[in-house]
């Protein structure tokens, strides 16, 4: 859709013939400034709004990190709304990072790890996404833009000035190879040089940089973005991380907390839910031969958890310190605060030791909340919203036009936006190696590249995925929510009498296959309406009407998903078929997409 469509769908009250009526065509900011350019202004609009972004690494909503965050729960849970489908598209800090501030998939950045050549800051910079990301975009639309913490993975000590990020007016980062070592971080503060604060804990001087940043965004009378992404509750990490070649050198241990919060939770455990360290193995592939943990790992891992919720505690600080600097400069009326993770994480599920980068729930789903003017308090939400449609949400919320290259959709914040219909799927994927994290980690398990899809509909709720070894992953998580049986034919829990919708499975892994096929590798619009693709007639925008028998030809004769090779990076001529077929009603039948 070119951007002269979209900027019609941001005006009020143009009718929309296409059938689906998702939020596209309310995509007007909050507040009744009107976003198009030219249009008529009859009044002043109103100061753009304020806009913090507290961005936490690696933190879990599965394990219930959240319980243990009192000012999260008064600030935000209590005042505002926690959307609980929102996942992530790639379960990796840096891909991750850079798909937040791009508003586009890891297959349309090429930022697809933590290092290069595949990632990392080097590889965000060769992209050309230092000129061409959310920052730069915000001051040109007139904010001034501030951040603290981690930004980036390989963002460190010797290049951080060749060249410097560009797009803040104050910034203050976490560099490499001092990021996640929790007493001895490295900060590095606008053009200055880094310092390492020796013996300090990196959340103690985050909070005062935080503090001293919204004096500066306050002070300045201008509308501001600020960004606050602490380390914790990351492992803490020592040894040169951002180099590939060092990185069997390199030594995981628990987080770190502040002194103050060591003694905290004595008798906290990983929550004993059914996929925790299970009896029977679970998933394909490398997951599929780990071992049931034993009692040494167990506790290990129970203690890894505690100091994870310990970390948190000054994370939770930093929140209400930010509250009250915004109470007491009134301009809490005026802000949106945003609280989220870069991906979510795993502590003994599936007899997983510490460790994110897989599909499964506990790291793909990560806590998302927001607050502000308009926003319901203490609210849930259940639309599926994703990390790609945080980027469009900004831009909808600073009133300005959505770029043709965004991959996402303005989520939807006001909860009468909420009740209209939205798309049902997330495209995950990822690619490379998965590292095990706490004392007894650093073994990586190479070969885990994988795309898949979770869909999330009334009365459905799947999880489908294809590895770069060609095994496959099917789970019902309305009947197996840990997602421990999986359901593909040829594995174990498979059984032909199961249905999905009334559907046999060979029906529905068709449907699946082929809506996966186009969002692997689709780009803007096509991500977020892919049954289009498909169905270029209008007739098919969810599931079930996708499973109709009359389409079963059809979807016979797509070419499935599947992979020619492992590779640690989005080799295309590794990734197998690129394109898929659409049915047409008249004419001949099914013709490629152009
Ligand atoms: C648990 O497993 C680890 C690694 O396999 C091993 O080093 C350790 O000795 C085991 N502990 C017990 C109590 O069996
Ligand atoms: C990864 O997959 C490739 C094939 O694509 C295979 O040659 C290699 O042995 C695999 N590596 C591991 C560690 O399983
Ligand atoms: C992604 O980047 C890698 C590393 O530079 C490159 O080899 C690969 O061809 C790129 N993939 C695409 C699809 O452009």
């Keep these: 859709m070119g951007l002269a469509l979209r900027n019609i769908l941001l005006c009020a009250g143009v009718a929309y013939a296409v059938p689906w009526t998702g939020t596209a065509n309310d995509q007007k900011p909050l507040d009744p400034r009107p976003s198009r350019e030219g249009a008529l202004k009859i009044e002043s609009p109103p100061q753009k709004p304020n806009i913090i972004f507290i961005l936490t690494d690696d933190q879990d909503i599965e394990m219930n990190s959240l319980d243990y965050m009192p000012f999260v729960q008064k600030h935000l849970l209590d005042k505002g709304t926690l959307f609980r489908n929102h996942f992530v598209t790639t379960a990796l800090c840096c891909p991750s990072r850079v798909s937040l501030w791009t508003g586009r998939h890891s297959h349309n950045t090429n930022v697809t790890d933590v290092n290069p050549p595949y990632g990392g800051y080097p590889k965000f910079v060769s992209q050309g996404f230092n000129e061409n990301f959310l920052p730069v975009w915000l001051q040109q639309a007139g904010y001034n833009t501030y951040y603290t913490g981690k930004l980036f993975n390989a963002h460190t000590t010797k290049n951080y000035n060749n060249p410097h990020v560009k797009g803040f007016t104050g910034s203050d ?3 490499d190879p ?3 070592n929790y007493l001895n ?5 606008n053009q200055e040089p880094p310092i390492i604060y020796h013996g300090q804990h990196t959340l103690d001087i985050l909070i005062d940089k935080a503090n001293a940043l919204l004096d500066d965004a306050i002070a300045s009378e201008k509308p501001f973005f600020l960004g606050v992404a602490p380390v914790a509750p990351h492992s803490n990490v020592e040894g040169d991380i951002s180099d590939i070649n060092e990185i069997d050198q390199v030594k995981f241990s628990e987080p770190v907390p502040l002194k103050r919060h060591a003694h905290l939770f004595p008798d906290a455990k990983v929550p004993r839910t059914p996929h925790f360290n299970p009896d029977k193995p679970s998933g394909v592939n490398w997951i599929a031969e780990r071992p049931q943990l034993n009692k040494t790992w167990v506790d290990h891992n129970d203690y890894y958890y505690r100091q994870r919720l310990r970390a948190l505690q000054g994370v939770d600080e930093l929140i209400d310190g930010i509250f009250k600097r915004l109470e007491e ?7 949106y605060i945003f609280y989220t993770a870069d991906n979510g994480f795993h502590v003994s599920q599936h007899r997983l030791n510490p460790g994110k980068e897989c599909g499964f729930e506990d790291d793909i789903r990560v806590p998302f909340i927001v607050r502000g003017p308009g926003i319901s308090e203490g609210a849930i939400s259940k639309v599926v919203t994703t990390h790609i449609d945080v980027a469009p949400t900004i831009f909808e919320l600073a009133g300005i036009p959505l770029r043709e290259d965004f991959d996402g959709l303005s989520i939807p914040l006001e909860k009468l936006k909420q009740e209209r219909k939205r798309h049902e799927h997330v495209n995950v994927e990822y690619w490379g190696f ?24 009334e009365n459905y709720n799947l999880y489908y995925s294809v590895w770069c070894n060609n095994e496959h992953q099917l789970y019902d998580l309305t009947s197996d929510p840990y997602q421990l049986r999986n359901i593909y034919p040829g594995y174990a829990d498979h059984d032909s009498s199961i249905t999905v919708l009334g559907a046999p499975l060979t029906r529905v892994i068709d449907r699946l296959d082929s809506l996966l096929l186009v969002l692997k590798s689709c780009k ?7 049954w289009e693709k498909l169905h270029p007639d209008g007739d098919v925008e969810t599931l079930p009407e996708a499973l109709q028998k009359e389409y079963d030809a059809f979807y016979k004769h797509q070419e499935s998903v599947r992979f020619d090779r492992c590779e640690a990076g989005y080799i295309l001529d590794a990734e ?8 047409t009603r008249h004419g001949i039948h099914w013709s490629h997409w152009v």
Excluded: H, M
């Excluded at 803007?524 to 892919?530: A, F, I, L, Q, S």
């Design 173 to 175: 980062f976490l560099l």
């Design 185 to 189: 971080p490295a900060y590095q503060r």
């Design 178 to 180: 001092w990021t996640y």
């Design 576 to 583: 197998g078929p690129q394109d898929a077929l659409s049915y």
């Design 434 to 457: 998965a590292v095990e994290e706490g004392s007894y980690g650093g073994t990586l398990f190479w070969n885990n590249t994988y795309k898949a899809l979770r869909i999330i509909g």
């Design 524 to 530: 803007g619009t096509v991500c977020v309406k892919p």
């Design 329 to 335: 400069n009134g301009q809490l009326e005026n802000t």
